[in-house]
């Protein structure tokens, strides 16, 4: 059976899937539209805050990322632009790179030199997401293990968390730390700066986000839009009445008079490349698994087939084009619009192309409005909404299924906790990759023997077993890291000196590579030189087909090598065994006349 090509990357997804659109279609599409647009304005502000930009960096993405990733991705309900995981990583990519490299600019500068970082940012991070799409890299991604994601996203919410009580509490930051340990350390120390009125914002603002909540089990109201609306009124009526501000706005960002963005030429600054790559990788990749995730998710669903290279190039190339405005985050995808989008009953990738259009429409006319929204009360949607991140049931089964899944998904957490995101990010994939590879590494070895029926048994491994043929089954891809494990099980077993010949069962094995064969013709050689036989049974036609390249087949010998046979699989084994005792005979006549 062959495995179905993966389509390739079009630059015209959209064009056959508005066949037969009609009025009922577009009525839900436009309503959907309207539903995820009142959610969005409220998180791209929040996320702008996390990621430490102006409001206008998460809205941009907002807008140009959801347009331009659904006319041009594969799903019909995927919601992109700014998220927490791509928020959180842009905080400490930045913070750690001015640190780093640029500690001694501030000011007016210090600003313009991080709108130019993030620029860099998301044009590398778009071109790396192109490539992924052209070259089927996103593939890889099949390799980094839930354990490593649930880890990760653990360390997030921490992130998140931490980061957002400076402002819950009214606490300036005390530096960029990157460890979010020494981070929640440097807040517990400086307790005695909290600012008793803006911790009363902030502590009314999520209790009356939760009550609304738990009133809106349905989630048909933006519950965030009117939990800032309201904040920002009580915030501006109490201030308005003691005749002075009791807590910071966003007007500590410089909000400008109008939200309609500048445009740049992007040009990569190679004086950068080497400062922003580990960051522009990492957040490439994270928003490549969160986009392959929520449209997988929904298209189980919604029962549409996707196709993740088209997704990626969608958002890669969003990504790209909102390189070109000055001072906007790089898109994602959002689970939680995703899912208004689907629970509206949006149809097509329309209702998020005109949830973009409604947000810039919306946005231009209450701008006016947002300056006055207070940091405590986003601080605190975004802590709200930070445990939204974890499914806490796959969290409890990846901890109690094995002790190796355990380890990885602690492992990966404690280093977001010590190091920076980006890094973690990384480490977390060495570590996954690092596990699959270690488990593939051990083939599957089993010895077999033929009972009184002429049947293929296994054999117990705490069987003595002394006979003159010996069955060794191995199952799996047998690659570099098999070769030694391979050589030491054959070994041990023609270190018994009843063995005159070993028959290698194969029929499990579709690959192998060269180390292998270097492994199985040494093996052979060892056998011939202590005047015992090798035979192979079970050969599949691709692994036929190396032995041919390699030169085993003559070296092994035609005559010792047999092909399986799907219809009776045993078949191959037992006249291997037939020729390997023939063999024996053989050669005992031979020693007996030349001796």
Partial sequence: MRVPRTPAVTFFPFKREFSGYGLRPFSNDLLAALAVALMT???SIAYSLLAGLPPTAGL??????????AGLGSSRHLISGPSTGVAILIQTSIAGILYDYYGSIGGVAREELVIHILGQIVLLAGLIQIGA??????KLLQFVSRPVMLGYFMGIMVAIIVNQLYYFCGVPSQGPAISQLFKAWQLLVHWHLFDWKTLLVGISTM????????KNQSRMLPDSLITLVVASLAVYGVGYWLQEPITPTLTEFGLTSSPIPSLTLPLLDFRLINKIFPAA?????????????????????????????????GLGSSNFILSFLIGAMPASG???????NYNAKAQTRLAAIMGGVFIAVIVAVGWPLVQHIPLASLAALLIATAPVLIDFKEVKLSIRTTREDSWVFFLTFASCLIFSLDIAFFIGIVISIGTYLRRSSIPHLVEYGFNSKGRLMTISTREDVHRKVRIIGIAGDLYFASADVFQTALQSVAADPNVRAIVLRLNNVYHMDASMCLAIQGFNERLLSSNRRFVISGLTEEVWH??????????IGLDNLYFTDESNPQFSTWKACLHAQEL????????????
């Fill in 41 to 43: 304005i409220p998180q």
């Fill in 60 to 69: 941009f993405s907002a807008i140009f990322g959801t347009i331009f990733t």
């Fill in 133 to 138: 799409a052209f070259f089927n890299v996103s």
């Fill in 207 to 214: 209790a009356f986000l939760l009550l609304l909540r738990r």
């Fill in 281 to 313: 990788t990492a957040i490439a990749f994270l928003s490549i698994l969160e986009v392959f995730s929520i449209s997988r998710n929904f298209a189980a669903r919604s029962g549409q087939q996707v196709q993740v290279n088209q997704d990626v190039f």
């Fill in 334 to 340: 959002s689970a939680t619009r995703t899912t208004v």
């Fill in 546 to 555: 190396v032995f041919h390249r390699a030169g085993l087949v003559k070296e």
């Fill in 584 to 595: 024996i005979h053989r050669d005992l006549r031979n020693y007996t006349q030349t001796t």
